[in-house]
T-cell receptor
């Protein structure tokens, strides 16, 4: 079974803090993704990576950055958290020969 | 026109009912179609995966793709309260080979 884990289920941060969200997958997948999910807006792609040290902007990259130093790990960074970044953050991974993505359990981030 | 459209519901049915969830998509080149189920406060999990047109059945779940009308459906037979979740349709084939998701339909099955 594919396992995608995220470092925290719930996080509370203050405006202006730097926030790190970590994602690890154990299936040697080449592709990894970060989404945010908000009521009425669905899943929106923030960034994705198709290889170590590679990153591509998704639909809403502003205010975020990512890091992929190892194949199994993909980090999402909020350089200076703002209240409009309060959301559910979901990480996913996909093998290069597959179309399906496998999701982690999500991190609910509240920025005060 | 959005690439994938899905009625957000909510949809409420009695236990045992047949449920029909639907999406439309805009690009006839899409070939791979998926349904994900997401329980409250959890990540989406892959439920059904279909290639091209036709039906695929897995227990009480049937996924159907009609490429001529660009319509994908998920049917749930003998629905159970445990089926209460948000169902997301997805197609593979975005600009960089990523998944394009519908916004999800929230389903509630009442005992």
């Amino acid at each position: 079974d594919v396992k995608v884990t995220q470092s925290s289920r719930y996080l509370v941060k203050r405006t202006g803090e730097k926030v790190f969200l970590e994602c690890v997958q154990d299936m040697d997948h080449e592709n990894m993704f970060w989404y945010r999910q908000d009521p009425g807006l669905g899943l929106r792609l923030i960034y994705f990576s198709y290889d170590v040290k590679m990153k591509e902007k998704g639909d809403i990259p502003e205010g975020y950055s990512v890091s992929r130093e190892k194949k199994e790990r993909f980090s999402l960074i909020l350089e200076s958290a703002s209240t409009n970044q309060t959301s559910m953050y979901l990480c996913a991974s996909r093998a290069s020969y597959q179309e399906t993505q496998y999701f982690g359990p999500g991190t609910r981030l509240l920025v005060l | 026109q959005k690439e994938v459209e899905q009625d957000p519901g909510p949809l409420s049915v009695p236990e045992g009912a047949i449920v029909s969830l639907n999406c439309t998509y805009s690009n006839s080149a899409f070939q791979y179609f998926m349904w994900y189920r997401q329980y409250s406060r959890k990540g989406p999990e892959l439920l059904m995966y279909t290639y091209s047109s036709g039906n695929k059945e897995d227990g009480r779940f049937t996924a159907q793709v009609d490429k001529s009308s660009k319509y994908i459906s998920l049917f749930i037979r003998d629905s159970q309260p445990s089926d209460s979740a948000t169902y997301l349709c997805a197609v593979y084939g975005g600009s960089q080979g990523n998944l394009i998701f519908g916004k999800g339909t929230k389903l509630s099955v009442k005992p």
